[in-house]
């Protein structure tokens, strides 16, 4: 079946550290992938997207591959700031819009 | 535009009483669904609709019930709430062929 599994959390940095957040799949065909995020007492919000292999999905400063070979979905920033903190779900779309849920990544960045 | 609006915000029930979380959207978007949020579990669909007259379920839809009377509203009852049911629940709308879910703010239900 469809499945996402990502970093556990949670990640504490420094700002300007670098971040990489985890997320690998299983899934038949090649569905959409996605990382959404959620700033405290917020909603999900989608940060990036991938539709196909190779697609690089970028957005704030953010960047995702969709790497068929490894199924990875990695979320990448060069320099994270104060206002990235937040939690990070990686999920896929198994079709007809019903997503697929990783468990999300805390992220605390620090002055 | 509103997007896509929860109420309430926060609830708190006994054991075995009922109650609708209520779900509305602006964006004309055909598809909505129901999610529930729990420690450590990610995000698990209840249940969800591809259009008005047509609801099905998804993966955790027991002690749930739903309906989608118009394209705007896609309201989530709980007949007999359990403390189980504890969590936060999203509500979310999509449209496209990508799959994007557009979120609102979510509904945090306590079950005493």
């Known amino acids: 079946g469809n499945s996402v599994t990502q970093m556990e959390g949670p990640v504490t940095l420094s700002e300007e550290a670098f971040l990489t957040i985890n997320c690998t799949y299983t899934?038949?065909?090649?569905?959409?992938l996605f990382w959404y995020v959620q700033y405290p007492g917020e909603g999900l919000q989608l940060l990036l997207k991938?539709?196909?292999?190779?697609d690089k999905g970028s957005n704030k400063g953010f960047e995702a591959t969709y790497r068929k070979e490894t199924t990875s979905f990695h979320l990448e920033k060069g320099s994270v700031q104060v206002s990235d903190s937040a939690v990070y779900f990686c999920?896929?779309?198994?079709?007809?819009?019903?997503?697929?849920f990783g468990k999300g990544t805390l992220l605390t960045v620090n002055p | 535009n509103a997007g896509v609006t929860q109420t309430p915000k926060f609830q708190v029930l006994k054991t075995g009483q009922s109650m609708t979380l209520q779900c509305a959207q602006d964006?004309?978007?055909?598809?909505m669904s129901w999610y529930r949020q729990d420690p450590g579990m990610g995000l698990r669909l209840i249940h969800y609709?591809?259009?008005?007259?047509?609801?099905d379920q998804g993966e955790v839809p027991n002690g749930y019930n739903v309906s989608r009377s118009t394209t705007e509203d896609f309201p989530l009852r709980l007949l007999s709430a359990a403390p189980s049911q504890t969590s936060v629940y999203f509500c979310?709308?999509?449209?496209?062929?990508?799959?994007?879910?557009?979120f609102g703010e979510g509904s945090r239900l306590t079950v005493l």
């Open positions: 899934a038949t065909g090649y569905p959409s």
């Open positions: 979310a709308t999509a449209t496209g062929v990508t799959g994007e879910l557009f």
């Open positions: 999920a896929l779309n198994r079709g007809n819009y019903k997503l697929t």
């Open positions: 964006m004309n978007h055909e598809y």
């Open positions: 991938a539709t196909k292999a190779d």
């Open positions: 609709s591809v259009g008005a007259g047509i609801t």
